[in-house]
């Protein structure tokens, strides 16, 4: 059954390990190079997937659209990259916020490839939840840091992937998606981490292991929404991100938000849950004309 509720719910799942992720790696970046963490997050993620390629063979392996699944892994690689450092030089909160530009690409893309209906609602949803986000980012007061074009190249890096994940999900299984993001991901950031390289304490390569299982199972969880539902249902509910790494950077990292990130919170929460709604009604009237 086709239940776009179930894939709202695992796409918040998704987003609450991504924000813990995120909380992970702020503590770690003042210690290791960005492009070394980016790097050694997917090692231990391609760790973590051995079992699945094990499973494959090599018979399965050649038998996949390796040249699209290499394409995905290298520009989320990079896009992870770019994340990484942005997160180095701007709070918790902004780059989330700044991340959520990813949406429009990814809206066009799922129209434009992916041949998916782009309701009224939706259109609706989206755009008040960007409306949230420059509330809160209050585009031309603030001075822009590279931090921030970082994060803009690595939203539309990301919105090209979500747009290969969801056609991978057509033909492709959940876990082997992700085993061979973690192996294309992991090749495409070797020569930048090679560029950078110090040997990590055992400390760090702790965390590092922790960021490597938040995030698997913050893909495992993206890519499980997409069988149940278009990606442009799914986007406003990853804004909630947005208000699960202000409160991480208010508790955490004593990055307090002032007013307008508040009254851009507000929106934000006001949308997703909006669009949360629509998604369950219409879900249960197509069902209904289904089963009909």
């Not at 490839?113 to 009224?120: A, H, I």
């Not at 991978?168 to 973690?182: D, G, H």
Request: aromatic content about 10%; proline content about 3%; glycine content about 8%.
């Amino acid at each position: 059954k086709f239940s776009t509720v179930r894939g709202i719910a695992w796409m918040a799942l998704a987003g609450v390990c991504f924000v813990a992720m995120t909380g992970v790696i702020r503590g770690l970046l003042s210690e290791v190079n960005p492009f070394q963490a980016a790097f050694l997050r997917y090692v231990f993620g391609l760790i973590l997937v051995i079992p699945i390629f094990i499973r494959i063979g090599i018979g399965g392996v050649k038998s996949r659209p390796i040249a699209f699944l290499a394409g995905r892994g290298a520009a989320h690689g990079i896009g992870v990259m770019l994340w990484f450092f942005a997160m180095t030089r701007i709070p918790v909160a902004e780059v989330s916020a700044l991340g959520f530009t990813s949406t429009i690409f990814t809206i066009i893309g799922a129209v434009l490839f992916l041949n998916e209906p782009l309701r009224r609602h939706r259109i609706i949803a989206v755009f008040a939840g960007l409306l949230g986000t420059a509330v809160i980012l209050r585009p031309g007061f603030q001075i822009i840091d590279i931090g921030a074009i970082a994060l803009l190249g690595s939203a539309l890096l990301f919105s090209c992937s979500l747009l290969m994940a969801k056609h991978l999900t057509r033909t492709e299984s959940n876990a082997t998606i992700i085993a061979f993001l973690s192996l294309f991901a992991a090749l495409a950031l070797l020569p930048f981490a090679l560029s950078v390289w110090r040997t990590p304490s055992g400390s760090e390569l702790f965390w590092l292991l922790i960021t490597a299982v938040l995030a698997t199972s913050a893909h495992y969880a993206m890519n499980k929404s997409f069988t149940h539902a278009d990606i442009t249902a799914l986007q406003p509910v990853m804004f909630l991100q947005l208000i699960w790494a202000t409160l991480l950077g208010l508790i955490i990292f004593d990055e307090r938000p002032d007013l307008w990130v508040w009254i851009g919170g507000a929106i934000i929460i006001i949308t997703a849950t909006f669009s949360a709604k629509r998604e369950a009604k219409l879900s249960s009237l197509l069902s209904v004309k289904t089963d009909g």
